[in-house]
Each structure stands twice: as structure tokens, then as C-alpha cells.
């Protein structure tokens, strides 16, 4: 599995990850960050990445969508502030947990229309 993270995320995150050999990117350093939330999940998907993302309104809205027009993605993995705040307090946390969902995940089609809270 393929990971993006959304422009809100630290880099720091998707540093650590590459370090334990993970193929993760951020919004920021694709120059994806300017992007509406369709445009954003269209790109991910032509990678074959999932999208790590706290914008479940949007993303979940565009996804059933997609579901209907039988369109596929490659992944959504969200998370809440109240449970997991995006602060350079938390990136350990998120690296690890990232980290055990990509070893779980090998394969670049594994997570092909699935949706993960994290």
C-alpha cells in the first residue's frame, strides 16, 4: 500500500515512514496541496495511493459518489482530532500506527475502496 497524506499533516510523519521503507508522500511536497478534495482523491488514485485525511465529511461524500459511478480509489484512512490531534506531540503516534496499517497492507490494490479510521 501506497500513502498520501493530506496537506494538514506534518512531513515529519511521512519521513519517519520512508525511513522504515514505507512509499509515503505528502500533499505538500507533490504540489497537490492547492487541490480541491475530488481532484486531491483522483490524484492519489492514478498513483494507486490511499489518502490519509481528517476531512471525512468531504472524502466520505465523494466516495459513496464514486461508488455509484463505479469509479474506484485506493484508500481513505481518516482520523479525528479528538482522538488523534495533528501536533508535532502526536507524529510518533501516528507513525506507528501508520506503520503497522502499511505492513498489514503490502500490496498497492489492497486497499483498493476501503475506508480505515485509524
Given at each position: ?77 481518516f ?20 506503520d ?19
Amino acid at each position: 500500500m501506497k500513502l498520501a497524506l493530506d496537506h494538514h499533516y506534518a512531513t515529519g510523519i511521512a519521513v519517519k515512514l520512508r525511513a522504515r521503507r514505507h512509499d509515503v508522500v505528502t500533499a505538500m511536497e507533490q504540489g497537490w496541496e492547492t487541490e480541491d478534495d475530488e481532484s486531491l482523491l483522483a490524484l492519489c488514485s492514478q498513483e494507486q495511493r490511499a489518502l490519509l485525511t481528517n476531512n471525512v465529511a468531504d472524502f466520505t461524500m465523494i466516495a459513496r459518489r464514486w461508488a455509484v459511478e463505479a469509479r474506484v480509489h485506493h484508500g481513505l484512512v481518516f482520523t479525528s482530532d479528538s482522538s488523534l490531534p495533528r501536533t508535532r506531540h502526536t507524529i510518533g503516534r501516528y507513525v506507528t500506527a501508520l506503520d503497522k496499517l502499511l505492513d498489514a497492507n503490502p500490496n498497492d490494490d489492497g486497499f483498493v475502496d476501503r475506508i480505515h479510521w485509524l
